[in-house]
């Protein structure tokens, strides 16, 4: 099984619609972090966690919100979902512990706002 | 402020042929990471290498190997006797003290052909 696993993979919604994206780990990290991947800009980071009672604005933030219901969970919610939202959303995990801070990806989430 | 840049978009190949990814990063710390990551036509990020910035080593692993240079901020990747597989899109990153912020470059998509 996956370490990372993200729900739902693909989702296609309307405009004005709220929309939840989940991810969970079973790493036991202590971090987690919602990035959007677009075509050409790589990938930028919305919000990050390093706990339960931490969370952190990324460098888009806007539109978005996240809520950390346990160490293993982390959702990404779209309150009013905007086209220009459509996007891959990818989860990831690190481990404090970890020097390196290498993160772990989910497979990521193909949204699509019409 | 923190700045990754793959200057190219996208690189086409023939098999067999080796090729280097290039990746120039901007940061007035000391102490940080740079890492690489794969991302295949599936979608999933994939994780290839760490380095540190006390650690200029270069590193060979299979036909990947990289090449950290910091007098002139770059940490190249090249890929000896490309293979189909091994197109992608490659993601060269940077990560802060502290692992408070990870910056990612916009990618470089490789094309290998048969």
């Known amino acids: 099984d996956a370490d990372v696993t993200q729900t739902p993979r693909n989702r296609i919604t309307k405009t004005g619609k709220r929309i939840m994206l989940e991810c969970s780990q079973t790493?036991?990290?202590?971090?987690m972090y919602w990035y959007r991947q677009d075509p050409g800009l790589g990938l930028r980071l919305i919000y990050y966690s390093f706990d339960v009672k931490d969370i952190n604005k990324g460098e888009i933030s806007d539109g978005y919100s996240v809520s950390r219901q346990a160490q293993a969970k982390f959702s990404l919610s779209l309150e009013s979902a905007i086209p220009n939202q459509t996007a891959l959303y990818f989860c990831a995990t690190s481990d404090t512990r970890d020097r390196g801070y290498e993160q772990y990806f989910g497979p990521g989430t193909r949204l699509t706002v019409t | 402020a923190q700045k990754v840049t793959q200057a190219q978009t996208e690189i086409s190949v023939v098999e067999k042929e080796d090729v280097t990814l290039d990746c120039v990063y901007e940061t007035r710390d000391t102490t940080y990471y740079l890492f690489w990551y794969k991302q295949p036509p599936s979608g999933e990020l994939v994780f290839l290498i760490r380095r540190n910035s006390f650690d200029e080593q270069n590193e060979i692993s299979g036909r990947y190997s990289w090449n950290f240079q910091k007098s002139t901020s770059s940490f190249n990747f090249t890929i000896t006797a490309s293979q189909v597989v091994d197109s992608a899109v490659y993601f060269c990153?940077?990560?802060?003290?502290?692992?408070?912020?990870?910056?990612f470059g916009a990618g470089t998509r490789l094309f290998v052909k048969a």
């Open positions: 990153a940077l990560t802060i003290t502290g692992g408070f912020k990870t910056i």
């Open positions: 790493k036991g990290h202590d971090r």
